[in-house]
């Protein structure tokens, strides 16, 4: 962990400042209230492209502007904190490293001029209809045909696939080698002839979708890495969504880097229910003090909970939030914008948010399994009867 403080000289200010100029006048006031994965703000990531700063770390030559990493943190920062929705741009960044170890030159002088202008983003493709867990477990059909590949099957709550240009896909392409051998990376690019996006519409107002990928033919550029060998092309981006792969060398993220949202998140929702508490005659309630006691500190462990760990804040969102609408009684329930609700409608919404929150980047059980074995040195836990290897 990391508690140096760092002096701002005049230059990071006056960086510090443009940023925040820069995102007030390019963003879309129109998608302010959007939820996160409806939709991306393409104007505020266009404009971001012009500057250099939509991948802020990459050379001048290639479209960046190789800020500095103090630099690309405040962007970070402001960007997270203006709540400009910019899911494509978050995931076209976790990809990336991947795109750019493993992509041929191909298809780097292809892709990457729209990826630095903010043009071409990407989404996820792991999980299929029958399992998300066990990704290696993939289904979908990779079939070579000469030059190309002819994609089948389908993919699961592949979010934002409907904004995206690129899934960044995993298919079996041996069905004869072991499990985690028979795999083959791509990306696979969502607009050609077979591929079909429907919609899926979550409890909480959000859109993530079902992807039919029909006999889709794609050129063998598209492939990343070596046939076969998809396992470890996956690794980087997995590990780096699950906690335990340093994007960050210079530590200057949040501690709590997995949950940082979700503690975000847990700030509003005790924020509301001392609202609601002072003006509602209710703040002397011992009960009421108590939750709201609890859910504070529960807070404030999270912040200070690094790694895949912190990731089960979205856990202590879960019980803040229907704890807070239990002692409201009826009215917690109602969704902003219903008469009678309550504050700004945060305590409900995170109650239907944070169950897909407990899902998504892999399930909390899931995370549970890596703290056991990665961080407390525990065995394997056993395989269920009938489980593959
Ligand atoms: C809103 C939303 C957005 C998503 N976005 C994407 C996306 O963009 N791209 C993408 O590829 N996927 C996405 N996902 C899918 C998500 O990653 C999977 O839902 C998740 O990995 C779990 O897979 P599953 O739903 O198939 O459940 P399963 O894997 O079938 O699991 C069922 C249950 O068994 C438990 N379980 C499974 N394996 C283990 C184990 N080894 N140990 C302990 N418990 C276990 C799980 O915790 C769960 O409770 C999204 C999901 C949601 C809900």
Redesign the pocket.
């Known amino acids: 962990m990391q508690f140096t403080q760092l002096a701002l000289d005049d230059e990071t200010r006056a960086f510090w400042r443009e940023v925040n100029e820069f995102i007030a006048a390019n963003r879309d006031p129109a998608l302010a209230t959007e939820p996160d994965v409806n939709a991306n703000d393409q104007r505020l990531q266009r404009a971001l492209g012009r500057r250099g700063w939509n991948i802020p770390h990459w050379p001048k030559e290639l479209g960046g502007a190789a800020l500095s990493p103090l630099q690309r943190h405040i962007l970070a920062l402001e960007l997270s904190r203006s709540g400009a929705p910019l899911v494509g741009r978050g995931l076209t960044h976790l990809i990336l490293p991947a795109v750019e170890q493993f992509g041929s030159q191909e298809l780097k002088a292809e892709i990457f001029p729209g990826v630095a202008r903010g043009d071409i983003n990407f989404?996820?493709?792991?999980?299929e209809p029958d399992?998300?867990?066990?990704m290696a477990a993939a289904r979908t059909r990779a079939i070579r045909d000469g030059d190309e590949w002819i994609i089948r099957g389908a993919?699961?709550?592949?979010?934002?696939a409907h904004l995206a240009d690129f899934s960044f896909l995993i298919a079996r392409s041996d069905t004869a080698a072991p499990k985690h051998k028979g795999l083959t990376m791509f990306l696979m690019p969502l607009k050609v002839p077979g591929v079909e996006i429907r919609p899926i519409q979550?409890i909480a107002d959000?859109r993530?979708n079902l992807v039919f990928y029909s006999d889709a033919r794609i050129s063998d550029r598209y492939r990343l890495g070596a046939e076969g060998d998809g396992w470890n092309v996956v690794s980087g981006p997995l590990g780096q969504e699950h906690g335990h792969a340093h994007g960050d060398p210079e530590r200057l993220s949040e501690i709590c880097g997995q949950g940082a949202g979700y503690v975000a998140d847990l700030r509003e929702v005790v924020a509301e229910a001392v609202d609601w508490a002072k003006c509602n005659g209710r703040a002397a309630d011992p009960q009421v003090r108590l939750r709201v006691a609890q859910a504070a500190l529960e807070m404030e462990a999270y912040r200070n909970t690094p790694g895949a760990m912190g990731r089960l804040a979205v856990e202590g969102l879960t019980r803040a939030a229907s704890d807070f609408i239990d002692l409201m009684g009826p009215a917690g329930v109602l969704a902003k914008d219903t008469e009678g609700h309550v504050g700004h409608g945060v305590i409900e919404w995170s109650h239907r948010h944070a169950v897909?929150g407990s899902?998504?980047?892999?399930?909390t059980?899931?995370f549970r399994?890596m703290v056991a074995q990665r961080i407390l040195g525990l065995p394997r836990?056993p395989k269920p009867a009938g489980a593959s290897s």
């Open positions: 989404c996820l493709g792991y999980t399992g998300g867990s066990d993919k699961m709550f592949t979010t934002t979550t959000e993530t897909g899902t998504y980047g892999g399930t059980e899931v399994n836990p």
